[in-house]
């Protein structure tokens, strides 16, 4: 499960596109009716194969959005996604912030998918 933040211009189908989805899977997690405006700053749960929490991350002198994505192992795209940054040329990190980053949670499995995919 993604968080995305909503900005300015975003719309429920490009925001599917982007995470493969689609608008009506979208709509049902987030309790919107086709007719519901997305306002910018809105968090909406967007489904997806890998499972996130967030943790804290206090931003060094120098740090830039790719330096921090690189010291988390996740693509600078996802990142500024996960915050919201998208279009945001020159997004600015101030030293001794602390911003929420994602962290990966590895998935369990049943004995019973460990079988399946064993045999296969």
């Known amino acids: ?24 899977e979208l ?10 405006v997305l306002v910018p700053g809105l968090h ?6 890998n499972r996130y929490v967030a943790r804290p991350y206090r931003i ?3 740090d830039s959005v790719a330096s921090v994505a690189q ?9 500024e996604r996960w915050l919201g940054f998208r279009g945001a040329i020159g997004t600015d990190l101030t ?9 990966s949670v590895p998935q369990k499995r049943t004995i019973e998918e460990s079988r399946r995919s064993s045999s296969i």
């Not at 709509?27 to 519901?36: A, C, G, P, V």
């Not at 988390?72 to 996802?78: A, F, H, R, Y």
């Not at 030293?95 to 962290?103: D, L, R, S």
């Open 1 to 24: 499960m993604f968080i995305h933040t909503v900005v300015s211009g975003d719309t429920i189908r490009d925001i599917a596109r982007i995470y493969g989805t689609t608008t009506r």
């Open 27 to 36: 709509e049902r997690l987030n309790e919107l009716s086709t007719r519901d």
């Open 44 to 49: 909406l749960l967007v489904p997806g194969q």
């Open 60 to 62: 060094q002198s120098g």
């Open 71 to 79: 010291k988390i192992g996740l693509s600078e795209t996802n990142l």
């Open 95 to 103: 030293a001794g912030t602390t911003i929420w980053v994602p962290k």
